[in-house]
């Protein structure tokens, strides 16, 4: 699916392109794609060749294309293949790739790997780590000229979530409203799925909504590229650290595959190469953490679930 710039007069070129998501329960919110152009390939070799990764889907495709595919490839030569990345554009599609095992290694966000556990045992095989920490936050942010000074000012102005399946860019949200009892629907005068943490760095930036909810990581790597963007927008409150979106698998991918895919991407950063790569994702390096790391977003989808 390729989408194509559209032409909004705002500081980017934008195609806002109107859809119905569910936001996990019944309500419709609409989807507001922002991306340039959506980068999806499909595998050419023959599976025992090469190795097939999916790129973060909290990234915009092209974004996450461009970030990702110089590094897999580079890991899956490590191992003696050749290496092919795909890019979706929802956070379910991603994990369904994986689930079905139509890709052998996903960049999951931590949410969606939370679902992927429970659903067919994901296995992390390594997580990021950015800033000298394996966690990462949630950031509110709005416009620099919003009056808007905290997030309780938020009431009755409009909001955009990343995607349903999002843990700081819609569990984290959804989350601190519900411990107040009020909802996202009653909250907010209106609500979007831009399905993407830098699409919703832009629809703040640009004015199309008052505020949104993104990874404070990724705001931080928008802002560095697109300067510009800094005297537009400005964080008003951030939440506690919570584990980082890993690199997952099937458990029933190879055993010995998957030891060595480990060891290929805890290497990365030991030699040029693999650390330049690194740099251009945003990353110093790869870790390993356990499952447990999890549990508090375990928890605030089961108390989400129950209100």
Not at 39 to 68: C, D, I, N
Not at 149 to 159: C, I, P, Q, V
């Amino acid at each position: 699916m390729v989408y194509y710039k559209g032409m909004v007069p705002r500081p980017w070129s934008l195609l806002l392109i109107l859809g119905l998501a569910g936001c996990g329960k019944d309500e419709a919110i609409p989807t507001v794609i922002l991306s340039d152009k959506a980068v999806v390939e499909k595998p050419a070799l023959p599976r025992g060749e090469e190795l097939r990764f999916s790129a973060p889907a909290r990234l915009s495709p092209k974004k996450a294309y461009s970030e990702y595919q110089a590094l897999f490839s580079h890991v899956a030569r490590s191992l003696g293949k050749r290496g092919h990345t795909v890019t979706r554009e929802t956070y379910a599609e991603s994990l369904s790739l994986l689930e079905h095992r139509e890709i052998d290694v996903a960049y999951l966000c931590a949410a969606s790997y939370v679902i992927g556990k429970s659903k067919f045992g994901a296995e992390i095989l390594a997580v990021p780590v950015v800033k000298g920490r394996a966690a990462d936050a949630s950031c509110l942010i709005v416009h620099k000229e919003s009056p808007v000074m905290r997030w309780e000012d938020l009431k009755g102005r409009s909001f955009a979530f990343t995607d349903p399946d999002s843990n700081a860019g819609w569990l984290v949200p959804v989350d601190l409203l519900a411990s107040k009892g009020v909802s996202p629907q009653v909250f907010f005068s209106k609500t979007i799925y831009t399905r993407a943490h830098d699409n919703s760095v832009k629809a703040v930036a640009s004015g199309l909504v008052d505020a949104a909810a993104i990874h404070c990581n990724v705001l931080d790597e928008v802002l560095e590229e697109a300067p510009s963007a800094a005297s537009r927008v400005r964080v008003v409150w951030k939440s506690a650290h919570f584990a980082m979106p890993p690199i997952a698998v099937h458990p029933g991918l190879d055993p010995a595959l998957k030891a060595r895919l480990r060891e290929a991407f805890l290497a990365l950063h030991r030699a040029p190469e693999g650390a330049r790569l690194l740099r251009k994702a945003g990353i110093e390096r790869f870790t390993v953490i356990d499952d447990s790391a999890y549990e508090p977003i375990r928890r605030m989808r089961a108390a989400v679930d129950r209100r």
